[in-house]
């Protein structure tokens, strides 16, 4: 299985919007649901902000979204704040018990 | 308050074995619902899922690493471990250990541990 598909980067102005895609195909993205989203600041571990497509963890602001359509997942981050400017990866649990991570995208707060 | 932290050496030999601990504490790794995973990321790049081990022992692996990983688990110290065999520079990386709820993503990390393989 090859890893998942995500822009390289994204940006937004404070308070807007950004949505950053997750794409896969119809063996892994499009047959399960267990796709999660992480966020990583420089010098971080990743932290869990989105589980099964569009739960959060507690203490994860509503401004963190997420969706699946078909073959392609997407995390959309509104009301962009400074704090927000990280690296965003898309994971999934799917089939062979076999985890796939997207290449990850930088989002920019300009 | 659950905590993972990895330890091991830092630097590593080319075609030597990495082996890396991860101790828990704050819960057990024995306790249902959960997977015990390693995940590394050279600098720069992406996240690498490596492989987990569940409650009962059981390890799923990276099929591109599989041929030279091996999980293990000591309960009794609550821990588990990675080893990874005929590293060359490529596997230069942080890598991490990290808590997995099933099906509900990696919900807690360890610090990370950096290993440099070079001569």
């Known amino acids: 299985q090859s890893a998942l598909t995500q822009p390289p980067s994204a940006s937004g102005s404070p308070g807007q919007s950004v949505t950053i895609s997750c794409t896969g195909t119809s063996s892994d993205i499009g047959a399960y649901k267990f796709v999660s989203w992480y966020q990583q600041h420089p010098g971080k571990a990743p932290k869990l902000i989105l589980y099964?497509?569009?739960e959060r963890p507690s203490g994860v602001p509503d401004r963190f979204a997420g969706s699946k359509s078909g073959n392609t997942a997407s995390l959309t981050v509104s009301g962009l704040q400074a704090d927000d400017e990280a690296d965003y990866y898309c994971s999934l649990n799917g089939d062979g018990n076999i985890i796939l991570f997207g290449g990850g995208t930088k989002l920019t707060v300009l | 308050q659950v905590q993972l932290q990895e330890s091991g050496p830092g630097l590593v030999k080319p075609s030597q074995t990495l082996t890396l601990t991860c101790n828990v504490s704050?819960?057990?790794?024995?306790?249902?619902?959960?997977?015990w995973s390693w995940i590394r990321q050279p600098a720069g790049k992406a996240l690498e899922w490596i492989g987990r081990?569940?409650?009962?022992?059981?390890?799923s692996y990276n099929p591109s690493l599989r041929s030279r990983v091996a999980l293990s688990r000591d309960a009794s110290m609550n821990q588990f471990s990675l080893r990874l065999s005929s590293v060359t520079a490529a596997d230069t990386a942080m890598y991490y250990c990290?808590?997995?709820?099933?099906?509900?993503?990696?919900?807690?990390w360890g610090q990370g541990a950096l290993v440099t393989v070079s001569s």
């Open positions: 990290a808590k997995e709820r099933v099906g509900a993503g990696f919900e807690q």
């Open positions: 704050g819960a057990s790794i024995t306790s249902g619902g959960y997977y």
């Open positions: 099964t497509v569009s």
């Open positions: 081990i569940s409650i009962n022992g059981r390890s």
